[in-house]
């Protein structure tokens, strides 16, 4: 998933997503970098909800793959690529083969109930999977919550969310943009492609930008 599920898996997949709470508590003490993304990723920021979620996302580095299996081994995950569902028992995930997604459940043969989303962030940097010249120091891409959960720094959220726009992305961007610190609003219209329609809901956001011509691609 681009930060949503690949729409042709939906006509023949059950989901029974966990509560937040609960997939939080599956990774929690866990012994490698991990944070919630999408649309929770952006409540926690804010502290409040305007919104239902389909799911609960969580993001973690391809460079963690095997303590991420030993987190994994009590579920039943799969890889979830190339509009297939492939049995996942910790071996390496391609990226050129698209296998940036495990889906989780905790039978098999049960609804799926969380997703772990796998990028190419390297033990010093938080990495952009769609153009590697965007990164972040982890510092600043991972955010912490007072009670320790750590999300997805907003203006990256909000930069996944902005490739394929749907009607719950545009409310995500109209009632998170306006909270962002001027830095957070000046990095994303940065980061947003010319002409992208919520670059009117950021002051200054009609200004120059960088090249962003390969990061929606």
Same mark, same amino acid.
């Given at each position: 998933m681009e930060y949503h599920r690949a729409c042709e898996y939906h006509a023949h997949d059950q989901w029974d997503p966990l509560p937040l709470a609960d997939v939080i508590d599956v990774f929690r003490g866990a012994p490698f970098r991990w944070w919630i993304v999408g649309g929770y990723a952006l409540e926690l920021h804010t502290g409040r909800t305007w919104r239902e979620h389909a799911d609960v996302d969580i993001g973690v580095s391809r460079v963690d793959l095997e303590p991420l299996w030993k987190v994994l081994r009590p579920w039943d995950p799969h890889v979830a690529a190339q509009s297939?569902?492939?049995?996942?028992?910790?071996? %390496?995930? @391609?990226? /050129?083969?698209? *296998?940036?997604?495990?889906?989780?459940?905790? +039978?098999?043969?049960? !609804? #799926?109930?969380?997703?772990?989303? %796998?990028? @190419?962030? /390297?033990?010093? *940097?938080?990495?952009?999977?769609?153009?590697? +010249?965007?990164?972040? !120091? #982890?510092?600043?891409?991972?955010?912490t919550t007072a009670d320790g959960v750590p999300y997805l720094a907003p203006e990256l959220t909000l930069l996944f969310k902005s490739k394929h726009v749907r009607e719950k992305d545009t409310i995500d961007a109209a009632e998170v943009i306006p909270e962002l610190t001027p830095s957070q609003q000046h990095n994303l219209a940065a980061l947003l492609p010319s002409g992208h329609s919520w670059r009117t809901i950021i002051p200054g956001g009609t200004a120059p930008q960088h090249n962003t011509e390969r990061r929606n691609q």
């Open positions: 297939a569902l492939t049995p996942w028992s910790g071996q %390496v995930l @391609d990226a /050129t083969a698209h *296998e940036n997604g495990l889906w989780c459940r905790s +039978t098999s043969g049960g !609804p #799926w109930q969380f997703e772990v989303l %796998v990028d @190419d962030s /390297t033990r010093t *940097e938080w990495v952009y999977r769609r153009d590697p +010249t965007v990164r972040r !120091p #982890w510092s600043e891409a991972i955010l």
